[in-house]
């Protein structure tokens, strides 16, 4: 099996290696036998009791007619009633039936003898009843005739059973189809009749339910086929199932989707990526329903009671996996990571999943910890501050505790991290506090600036890093080299002693998630990506850190002009060793002095051919990205995670990293008016209204310069414009002057302009000519 297709393992904390539960609790039953499909009480078909076309009525009590509807099979060959597998454990089942307050179980010798059916063999695939085509006119005739009878037996033939779905939806029913680049599925037709079943009457939207039913209750010995796939495939696209009232049988099929062997997982996630960007959202969005629903049901007697279906998140959350597997497959994505959030579990116990997570990986105990794509950048932030939070107490407990046990006087300072820093010194300052502090570095930030007076309520400690970081990043200190192309800093490669100042940087931005803060930091996704890899500082020491696969994607997000001229070498058409004269050596300057690296064990004598030339463009990428500053990345990486060594960042992607370090650049204009703060003026004063009808009118580079002029970043914080607390005060100044910030404290001081013209005029100065971080 290729390594592309294998679906990770939910995510799991260091030493846990187990497979992800599909229960909260108890064995997981063998494979072979039927999960219990658990009658949902009378309460429950409340809400499958619709009355109007297009809707599903009661589960229970289509199911409890199926031996009288006989009629409608007489002219097939395979039975339309209810199939009971004929296997010992038969009494196992629930029974399914009208009447749910039946104790006993049903077994083989209770049914009427036209209950009972033989289980038959798998028969051979028919030859397909009817072409898209000739649905599609049959349709048309029943519409304008009233007339079903050929659409219902059409359903009623192609979803009574796997074999059957196979032969009227499969391209070629003789052809095998083994293969995961093709499932061999005519995913036109089945759109085509997924799309007119809501539109059909109740009675065949039954009809294909009992099918499903009859399916599911096969008794499956050995593997399954790819017949037995593609039907699963097939099913799981049903519109039905966006109806509460399906839930049941839903959660029967994704359960056996679930319990797939990896192989089969591994097909179904290279069929999914196949599937329409349309499609692929609706069974996203489907089974994130069903996962809310199922946590905050609108009507709780509809469903089973949750200690009776403990499977069902655990089943819907694997299957999320597969999709999100295949979605991280292809490039660009279907759909943006984000649409697999589930803001539902932002009012869950979130530190309840995560410490069951930490205690019990991936063992019997489930927790959405080990599905973090569905979590949102909202909860894993609440995550990661809670858990930050806890390692602050313990600290600062720990240091009081000892502080007492040497019968000293406690001091409130010592639950602090304190920085003391000089203005004229602050890099060497801080340099020297944050080393000899290192083991308060996860207690709270509090900074004072030798020979000022002032308590740092939070604008001090904002101060110093907005200082700090416009100080190191300058091009002149020749820490970073800034890339006017991509709009971001990458790592200077020049060779020194002492990385001490990577490690700093890497501190800072440890620090700023650690205390909430945003930096206006432009690093590219690449960086995120190496920071998380691995996510978790290793034991070893002499385990490398900092090392990724990178693409000539990533190389584009710093050195566009350098990636496409690579891309240019892969799809040349002439002769590369001739036309181009290269070898596999690479040239850098350091300090005016041009300096040569092989890329390879004698790369200087290996000349670049057509033959090994994507060789030598993926060792050039890996000597810029990685090996040519392993030293200062790996610094700046133990830098971070001492600050943030955490277990959380094992839930976090890197862009959600980059989220958490600088904020989201989504703007929205209309919540930060609703979320402001006035001081000497009113929401309804004149020159309020005129500068939110100014703002609101910006285009979005004017609007990101006004954050980035008020705030020191033109970007959000992940709780949203609310968390900025921003606020516009009165500035009793000449209405000549121009509008003044205090980045500290997000603070804009507004003049009472007169009229809309010119405090737009005056407002866009303002912002377009304020340098650096715009400090007060």
Not at 560 to 585: C, I, K, M, R
Not at 623 to 647: D, E, M, P, R, T
Request: hydrophobic letters at 35%.
């Amino acid at each position: 099996m290729s390594e592309e297709g294998r679906v990770p393992s939910p995510a799991a904390p260091p030493a846990e290696a187990a497979a992800a539960p599909e229960e909260k609790k108890g064995k997981e039953p063998e494979r072979e036998k039927l999960p219990p499909i658990v009658s949902a009480g009378a309460g429950a078909a409340a809400g499958l009791d619709r009355g109007s076309k297009g809707q599903i009525s009661t589960f229970s009590s289509f199911i409890s007619t199926v031996s009288q509807k006989k009629e409608s099979a007489e002219n097939r060959s395979s039975p339309t009633h209810l199939v009971f597998p004929n296997i010992k454990n038969v009494r196992d089942l629930p029974p399914i039936c009208l009447d749910v307050r039946q104790k006993q179980r049903l077994s083989m010798d209770a049914l009427s003898s036209e209950m009972k059916a033989p289980v038959l063999p798998e028969p051979v695939l028919s030859i397909q009843p009817k072409t898209m085509k000739d649905f599609q006119e049959d349709v048309e005739k029943a519409k304008s005739s009233g007339d079903w009878k050929a659409v219902h037996d059409f359903y009623l033939t192609t979803f009574d059973s796997f074999p059957e779905l196979n032969a009227a939806f499969k391209k070629d029913a003789s052809a095998s189809f083994n293969t995961v680049e093709d499932s061999g599925i005519n995913a036109k037709f089945v759109n085509a009749v997924y799309d007119i079943l809501l539109n059909t009457p109740q009675d065949i939207q039954k009809t294909v339910l009992k099918g499903i039913i009859n399916s599911l209750l096969q008794e499956w010995k050995g593997p399954r086929t790819k017949d037995d796939l593609r039907a699963y495939f097939i099913l799981l696209q049903n519109p039905q199932f966006n109806n509460t009232s399906t839930y049941v049988i839903y959660a029967h099929l994704l359960r056996q989707i679930a319990t797939l062997v990896e192989a089969d997982h591994h097909f179904l996630v290279h069929w999914f990526k196949k599937l329409s960007q349309k499609r692929f959202k609706q069974l996203v969005e489907r089974l994130l329903q069903f996962i809310s629903l199922r946590l905050f049901p609108a009507k709780p007697e509809e469903f089973p009671p949750i200690t009776k279906c403990s499977w069902w998140i655990p089943s819907a959350s694997k299957v999320l996996a597969l999709l999100n597997t295949a979605n991280n497959l292809v490039h660009p994505p279907l759909i943006p990571y984000t649409d697999f959030y589930n803001s539902t579990l932002d009012h869950i116990d979130l530190m309840e999943e995560y410490h069951t997570w930490q205690s019990f990986g991936n063992s019997h105990r489930f927790s959405f910890c080990q599905y973090p794509f569905v979590i949102s950048i909202a909860a894993k932030k609440i995550i990661i501050q809670r858990d930050s939070e806890q390692q602050m107490i313990s600290i600062a407990r720990q240091s009081l505790v000892d502080k007492v046990s040497r019968r000293q006087r406690p001091d409130m300072n010592m639950l602090f991290l304190n920085m003391k820093v000089r203005r004229t010194h602050l890099v060497s300052d801080s340099l020297d506090e944050l080393t000899r502090k290192r083991a308060d570095l996860k207690k709270k930030l509090k900074v004072t600036f030798v020979g000022e007076a002032g308590l740092d309520m939070g604008g001090l400690t904002k101060e110093w890093f907005l200082l700090l970081i416009r100080q190191i990043f300058h091009p002149d200190y020749g820490m970073f080299t800034y890339h006017k192309d991509s709009y971001c800093h990458w790592f200077s490669s020049f060779k020194c002693d002492n990385y001490s100042e990577f490690r700093l940087v890497g501190i800072l931005m440890g620090l700023a998630v650690y205390n909430s803060i945003t930096l206006d930091i432009r690093f590219p996704p690449c960086c995120y990506k190496k920071l998380l890899s691995p996510p978790i500082v290793p034991s070893d020491q002499n385990t490398p850190v900092g090392i990724c696969s990178v693409t000539t994607d990533d190389l584009c997000q710093i050195m566009p002009e350098l990636a496409h001229g690579l891309s240019e070498l892969l799809s040349y058409e002439g002769n590369v060793e001739e036309d181009f004269y290269s070898t596999f050596q690479v040239f850098q300057e350091e300090f005016g002095i041009i300096k040569s690296y092989n890329l390879k064990p004698g790369g200087d004598k290996i000349p670049v051919t057509n033959q090994n030339r994507k060789e030598y463009v993926q060792l050039y990428i890996d000597f810029l990205l990685n090996k040519s500053i392993y030293k200062q990345f790996a610094a700046f990486y133990y830098g971070f995670h001492s600050v943030c060594a955490s277990n959380a960042l094992m839930l976090l992607r890197p862009e959600e990293v980059e989220i958490l370090v600088c904020g989201s650049p989504e703007l929205d204009m209309h919540a930060l008016q609703r979320s402001t703060q006035y001081d000497g003026y009113a929401k309804t004063d004149l020159t309020i209204r005129y500068f939110w009808d100014v703002v609101l009118g910006f285009p979005l580079d004017l609007q990101k310069k006004l954050l980035h002029f008020t705030t020191g970043s033109d970007r959000v914080p992940v709780g949203g414009m609310a968390d900025l607390n921003f606020k516009i005060s009165k500035n009793e100044t000449s209405t000549n002057c121009l509008p003044i910030a205090h980045t500290c404290f997000n603070q804009l001081c507004l003049p009472p302009y007169k009229s809309k013209k010119d405090l737009k005029q005056k407002l866009i100065i303002g912002i377009s000519n304020s340098e650096g971080f715009g400090l007060e």
